[in-house]
């Protein structure tokens, strides 16, 4: 496992890396408040075939946090991969993405489609969409929300060990899974440890999608796509609007795999086995 650094016009990235810098570059990007780390237990699984690299997406992990007064969309995380892949001179690469990543890599594939060899998604298929039953609340709380977050204090734990746990109970995911995600997480301070990643990830969004708008994005997906399911399913992954997204796009296949949101730490062998016939 090597570190990277990426620069992209006003904002510096990292990431990590596997493999064989000459083998097929297979560009990783993680969930939601995640990082490159969520792919520790997978990418040595690939790294005989691929040459991996695990993005922290921007306020993620030890990338940069995006200029204040700004905010974090699925539109701009794609940008910024593309200039990522751009600065990494990667023409054409292989494409997973995890949650968020999964939205934020389909969006990347439709914008550019002739760069994509192929795309894997785990636990997502486009960014998250707006059905309007809260646009408004949404909208009104995001815009409620001051621009310096409150100044709030970041909480802090005594031990990586206590900030693991306290990942598990939030997330489901066993402690000693959650710690690779959260190692890298983390920055010490004054009394222990405290979250690196930008406070700001986790306001409400003001505007989202609606959903029409993510088919008629999805329509637009060329790439050949695999799409990897936990089972049972997610409560944001209903089954029934999912395959109303899998029915936009022409060549997807699907599979269905038992366990959690975070299958590819779960069962990183199987989730390989499923990537190597998938790309």
Known sequence: MRELKVSIPGLELAALSWGEPDAQPLVMLHGWL?????????????????????????????????PEGTVYQHVDYARAVLAAVDALAL????????SL???????????????????????????????????????????????????????????????????????????????HIVERGLREVAGGYSWRSD?????????????????????????????LLARPHAPYLEPE??????????DIRVTHMDGGHHLHLERPADVASWLHTAL
């Open 199 to 227: 406070p700001r990830l986790s306001r409400p969004t003001a505007i989202r999608l609606a959903e029409t708008q993510v088919m008629a994005l999805l329509l637009g997906l060329a790439a050949p796509t695999s799409l």
């Open 241 to 250: 609007a999912m395959q109303v997204r899998i029915d936009c796009v022409a």
């Open 101 to 179: 990543g999964a939205g934020v890599a389909t969006m990347v594939a439709i914008a550019a489609p002739e760069r994509i060899r192929g795309l894997a998604l785990v636990e997502g298929l486009g960014p998250l969409g707006d059905d309007g039953s809260r646009t408004l609340d949404r909208f009104r709380e995001a815009m409620a929300v001051k621009a310096h977050g409150g100044n709030r204090p970041l909480r802090v734990f005594p031990s990586i060990d206590d900030a693991a746990r306290a990942r598990a109970l939030a997330s489901g995911l066993d402690a000693s899974l959650a710690r």
């Open 34 to 66: 995640d990082n490159a780390a969520s792919f520790a237990l997978l990418a040595p699984h690939l790294a005989g075939r691929f040459h991996v690299i695990a993005l922290d997406l921007p306020g993620h992990g030890h990338s940069r946090h995006l």
């Open 91 to 98: 023409p054409r690469f292989h494409l997973l993405g995890h």
